[in-house]
Every structure is written in C-alpha cells, then in structure tokens.
C-alpha cells in the first residue's frame, strides 16, 4: 500500500506565525498600557506636570566623559576630615494674618486681680481669637394690626410685603442656604435635614425638595438669560460631563445624562445645559446661532462644527499632552520629546501672564516663539509616526495629535484664545465632587434645575461673589424685578441692595 505524500508549506506557516506573534506583541504592549493606566490611577500621583531629565548635566559640568572617567588610575587616597559649622539663621515670624474688619466683634475686658483704684490706665494688649456657632434658624413674625373705622365702616390692615414663597413656611434666606449647602457644598438634603433635626425642627423631605423646586422658577428666567449672554459672546469652551438619573421606567435603575458646559473665559461665565444622552443634538441646538472660537477637547461630536463658516473649532493643548504622559512607559525618547516642547509653549504662555501682556502682546510673543515651536513638533510627529506601531501607546498618541494639530495651533493665531480647555473643565469639578455625595437626581426635571443653579453659583464663584449674599438677594428682588431689566440680576452685573 502506497502512503500518499503531506506536502507541508513551512515558509507560509512561519510567516502566518511572526504575524499572530506580532499581533499578540502589540495586544501585550497595549494591556501592558493599560494596566500602568490603572495602577497609576490607583496608587500613583494624578499630575501630569513634566520636568525634562539634563542627563549630561553633571557630566558637562566637569568637563570630563563618563568613559574616560573609568580608565583613569587612582595613584593615591588622601583623608580630609573636616567639621562644619551650621549656623542657622531662623527668619522674623510674618504674625498671624489680621481677621477681617467685617466681622462681629465680641469684646470681653479681663481686668488685673489686683486693687487699681487711683492707678493710671497706660495702654492695652488685644488678643483676638477667631470663634464660631452653628447657624441658627428663626422665626420671621409679620404682625398686621388691625384697625376699625369708625362708624363700622370697616376694617384698616396694612398689605402683606412680597414674599417669593407666598404658601411655604420658608424664607428667602433659608432657600438660598439648603441650594447653598447642596450644589456649592455638595451636601445633600437628607444630610441637611438631619441637621435641622438638632434644631429640633423636623421637616420632610419632599419639603424641602419642593422648596428648592420653587426657587428655581424664580431663577428661570435668569438661567434664560444668562445663556443669552453666553451665546453673544465670540469665544466659548465646550466639555461635557456624565451624571446620574433616576430611571422612571425600570424602578431602582439610574439613566446615564450628561451636562453640556459652556464657559466664556473672557467675561467669567459658565452655562450648564442637561441633556439625555452625549450625541450632537444638545450643542447643535444650543449653538445653533453662535458665531466665533469653540474650543474643546477633541470630541468627535463637535466635529459638525467644522463645517460650519461662522464657527473656527480648535482643541486643548493640555489633552495632546497627556497623550505623550501616557505613553513614558513605552517609548520614554519620543514622548519625552513631545512633553518637552509642548513644556516650551506652556513656558511662553506663563511668561505672558507674568507680564501681564494684553492680548496684542501676547499674539506677538506667540508668533514669534510659539509658532516655530508648533511648525516644527507638527513636522516632527509626521515623521517619527511612520516609524512606530500605530496602535502602540506612542502611535496612538502621535496619530491623536497629528489629526488634529491645525486645531490644536489654532490658540497662536489671536491673543484672546487660551491654549487648553482648562477653563471649562475647572467649572465642571463641582458637579465631580457632588455627584459622590448626592449619588444621582431624582429626574430629568430634576436634573436641569441642578445645571441651572450650578450655572448661576457657578458664576458667583468666578467672579468671586459670596453664593448666599447674591442669591439670597435675589430670591428676596425677583418677584418685582421687571423682566426686560433681568440681567441687572445676574451676577457679573449684580449690585446688592440688602446685604444684612
């Protein structure tokens, strides 16, 4: 019987073999990325601050190679022994920093045990300790007197003021605190109304869920206008965060909503705007007439904006560099090259804010020092791209930046435009924060009041305005402001009336 021949091709099976091999090679190398990611996420410093390594520093400093170096002989070892004498020089103590002139001076005057009848007062030593007691609830009693006319004509009462919660036990004041302590303080209500409970006060709430629901029409037509300003300015950040929403049709189940933020570094103003889901519907229909810069993080959905004539999208610097801080560990050279130039640019953006250069100082000092540095790690990145794996940790950090680099130069071209997206995600820590204490809103209602007030207060804080003064002013105003004179309300155009 014959045995028929297996003809067996080793040439295409090592072949087929080095592929999968350097299939699983780059599968290795990026799990091996993503687990540096996670470990550093963990345990490690979240800074992206990047310090470059002068490794020949010390070397150039002597004058001497490191080889040569090595093949000198050591004919002969002296001991020197000294001491050294430190003299330490402690600096004059600054004093504690003066407390504020504004606040409630309590005085208590400690007189000597001593007999001072007929003994001449020479001077005093003031100690001034800095003290506090929980805030106090209280009870505001409108007494209307009642008077008769004569000749049972009837009866005179003088008319209740304007309060902006006619049917509510609760002031202006107190509204103003319970969205102070949630949405600045990241307190939730439940944690407030254990609070009130110290007091003795027992409030549910639902209570206090409508209160703020309440507060909040009064505050709609100012959230409306404010993203009126906004959206008439010519520059604005983009970013977008998630947040939690009770699901209303599967019970015990949160949706995943998302606030669309919208901040004018130029004039300090931030506007939150809710929306269900993360695709292109939200910004297109909120800046469906903006004219000007939009800047964002490189999110494809603001892609569409590309297209449009009256709108010049551009990115933030801050998220190309930490493209190349991911990448360290597996091309230290390349991506330390990177860090090191984009270092240079942030480098020029710090020395124009120490010299307080305007925005033609600052356009000039970038076209001449900016613009060469972008032209050439623009060029440089096309270059070092078709040497590297693309789906390495430096691949993908170099196609990133490559497709969107005429964006990311942008920033040189005008003075006013920054050069990252920080602005816009400082605004959105708040929401960060809260979310962990508060964990989700009860609805999608529920969650556009929340980017109303985060709007308001958060605005407040860039223009450095007590939150409770302003809004607790306002509450108190609104119910008789003229609506076409909203704006004088809001916070960058607010002048207070009644600050007590």
């Given amino acids: 019987m014959q045995t028929e021949a297996v003809h067996i091709d080793y040439k295409t099976l090592f072949e087929q073999s080095q592929k999968q091999n350097e299939a699983l090679q780059i599968q290795l190398a990026a799990l091996q990325h993503q687990l540096n ?26 004058g001497i190679q490191a080889d040569q170096l090595t093949q000198r002989n050591i004919t002969a070892v002296h001991k020197i022994e000294y001491t050294r004498v430190k003299t330490e020089v402690k600096p004059n103590h600054p004093g ?29 030593e003031v100690t001034e300790e800095l003290e506090y007691e929980p805030g106090k609830l209280f009870v505001n009693r409108f007494v209307r007197p009642k008077y008769a006319k004569a000749n049972n004509e009837g009866v005179i009462i003088a008319p ?17 605190q319970v969205m102070i302590d949630k949405y600045v303080d990241h307190l939730p209500l439940y944690r407030q109304m254990e609070r009130f409970k110290r007091e003795s006060v027992n409030i549910a709430y639902s209570t206090i869920a409508d209160w703020v629901s309440a ?40 949706f995943r909503g998302y606030y669309w933020v919208y901040h004018n570094s130029i004039e300090r103003l931030v506007l939150f705007d809710y929306r269900p889901g993360r695709g292109q519907e939200g910004p297109l229909e909120i800046l469906k007439d903006f004219k000007g810069h939009l800047q964002t993080d490189g999110y494809v959905v603001y892609d569409v904006f590309k297209n449009k004539e009256d709108i010049t999208v551009m990115h933030c610097m801050a998220h190309a560099r930490r493209m190349f801080c991911e990448s360290q560990d597996s091309d230290r050279e390349r991506a330390e090259y990177a860090l090191t130039e984009i270092g240079k640019l942030y480098a020029i953006e710090r020395r124009a804010t120490e010299e307080s250069l305007d925005e033609t100082g600052r356009f000039k000092l970038r076209q001449a020092e900016a613009l060469p540095i972008l032209n050439e790690l623009g060029a440089w990145m096309k270059e070092q791209y078709l040497t590297v794996l693309p789906k390495s940790p430096i691949g993908k950090a170099l196609g990133y930046n490559i497709q969107r680099w005429n964006e990311l130069m942008v920033y040189a071209s005008d003075g006013k435009l920054n050069i990252d997206n920080n602005p816009v995600e400082n605004s959105i820590r708040p929401v960060a924060i809260g979310r962990k204490n508060y964990l989700f809103a009860g609805s999608h209602e529920a969650a556009q009041r929340s980017a109303m007030l985060y709007s308001l207060l958060g605005t407040c804080k860039l223009h450095g305005i007590n939150p409770f003064i302003w809004l607790r002013d306002v509450l108190q105003r609104i119910p008789n402001h003229p609506i076409n004179k909203i704006e004088e309300l809001l916070p960058h155009n607010w002048q207070p009336i009644n600050t007590l």
């Fill in 215 to 254: 507060g909040c029409v009064w505050l709609t037509p100012l959230y409306e206008a404010l993203k009126k300003v906004i959206l008439e300015c010519r520059y604005l950040h983009a970013d977008e965060t998630p947040t939690k929403v009770l699901d209303k049709d599967k019970k015990g189940t949160t």
């Fill in 160 to 176: 209740m003021i304007d309060r902006p919660f006619t049917k509510s036990i609760a002031g202006p004041g107190l509204v103003a």
């Fill in 96 to 124: 504690r920093h003066k407390l504020p002139e504004h606040l409630e001076r309590r005085e208590q005057v400690i007189e000597p045990v001593e007999d001072t009848n007929g003994l001449k007062r020479i001077g005093e």
């Fill in 37 to 62: 990611n996670l470990q550093k996420l963990i345990f490690g410093s979240k800074t992206e601050k990047f310090i470059p390594a002068d490794q020949n520093s010390a070397q150039l400093s002597l």
